[in-house]
Nanobody
């Protein structure tokens, strides 16, 4: 299973970015998908997760600002990030696996991260 994340970059506070994660080598529609992030000097943390049925879970820090979605026809999961803050700066990782794991501590399959920098 391969996960390819893209869409990171530099954005000003208050701006928006959309991350994408394309999955290959497995039945995408059966898997829960998640986005994690790791800021410098901090542990990796769950940002958002979505299961095969479309149910979602968000970290409190991003509720109302971030939206996770999936397109099973394109084997892709997205993270729409609005109203970005400097504290959102981190490397964002895509995660695929079972819901209990992906929505908790993360596990299964990981993609390489994509860097999001929020700065003026």
């Amino acid at each position: 299973v391969q996960l390819q994340a893209s869409g990171g970059g530099l954005v000003q506070p208050g701006g928006s970015l959309r991350l994408s994660c394309a999955v290959s080598g497995s039945i995408f529609s059966d898997k829960a998908m998640g986005w994690y992030r790791q800021a410098p000097g901090k542990q990796r943390e769950l940002v958002a997760a979505i299961n095969s049925g479309g149910s979602t879970k968000y970290a409190d820090s991003v509720k109302g600002r971030f939206t996770i979605s999936r397109d099973n026809a394109k084997n892709t999961v997205y993270l729409q990030m609005n109203s970005l803050k400097p504290e959102d700066t981190a490397v964002y990782y895509c995660n695929a696996g079972q819901w209990m794991v992906v929505s908790g501590i993360g596990g299964g399959y990981w993609g390489k991260g994509t860097l999001v920098t929020v700065s003026s």
